[in-house]
């Protein structure tokens, strides 16, 4: 008789993600996708030839494991020009294959069996996983509603001596929200003397709006000599599906870092490093994204201004919360359903992003469409009483 070999899983509790569920919906249903977070709309003309041109010069073949020289060295130029500090090229600035992946590997990197790791929600869906994967122990803390701010008192009662990471997110996804001065000075005082790292996701941090400044944990001393930032170049030039970002750490945390990350990627995409690198060389090819995006999150906003949906405004990311509690009571992800399902509009329940799936009747819609796809489906959702 054959022994078959059973897996015992290391996330017995997780199914496929809200968002590979919703897309496949839309798709079902020939629903407008304002679920997952992609722009339906092309990239630069100039990315496009940058793109083009690093293929034809034969750039198609493994990238360094960090990231190719003159990517790392631009990053490191525009992190000093916009934050007035410097990184090292070399050895503080690793590129990677999406913001997930440095994400996922940064927790690999400090998180041991049986530590805690603060998760403030509503969360990214993949920070849960991976603190699970590694043996941790996920701790959670909830933003505010409806403001979606951080509660700082909460925080400080979850920190003790077995808190070895803490993770934030600005601007947020899903709740919109960004951090203030306030928050990093809050957050440097209840990290300070304590052996917490912190990774701060700020993959849209080129997407802030209403002339605020993106408060990077990188302005901070202390917050900086303890963090793992990561951002994404694909969101900023509208290309999700190039998958390549960055992670910037100090020295010692970027050895460990790259140790791990050499084994679950060793590079990204060499063709899209180098045409990053030549984006990154014009600074108005990211300082005009937030500009682009806010005038399609006012469309929105206007747009939907008399439907029975409450418009939550976002500060930044490329999402919007629409709260749904005078049209029904049913649960958001039921409603989401239904909204795929009978209307044609593809969204995201805001419970998917809570580990106990608390509802408060919201959905996420990703705004990052050209302003036909936005008028279309605002029509579609205005009609809804």
Sequence with gaps: MTLIPQIQSKLPNTGTTIFTQMSALAKQFNAINLSQGFPDFECSDELKDAIYEAVKNGYNQYAPMPGIQPLREIISEKIFNIYKRKYNPDTEITIVPGGTIGIFTA????????????????AYDSYLPAVQMCGGK???SSLSYPDFKINWDEIKTLINP???LLIINSPQNPGTSVISKEDLEMLDKITAGTGIFIISDEVYEHIIFDNVTHQSLILNDNLASRSFIVSSLGKTYH???WKTGYVIAPEPMSQEFRKIYQYNAFCSFAPAQWAFYKMLSIPRTYKGVSKFYEE???FMEKLLKNSKF???HSAGSYFQLLDFSEISTI????????LTKEHKVATIPLSSFYHNKKDDKLIRICFAKRNE???KAAEILNSIK
Aim: hydrophobic fraction near 45%; glycine fraction near 4%; charge should be neutral.
């Design 310 to 312: 409450k418009v939550l």
């Design 296 to 298: 399609k999150r006012n």
């Design 331 to 338: 649960s958001d992800f039921d409603f989401a359903v239904w």
């Design 373 to 375: 796809t936005l008028e």
């Design 162 to 164: 077995r808190t070895k």
């Design 138 to 140: 996920p701790v959670f």
């Design 239 to 241: 290309v999700t599906g």
């Design 107 to 122: 927790i690999n990197t400090v998180v041991n069996k049986g530590d805690e790791v603060i998760i403030i929600e509503p």
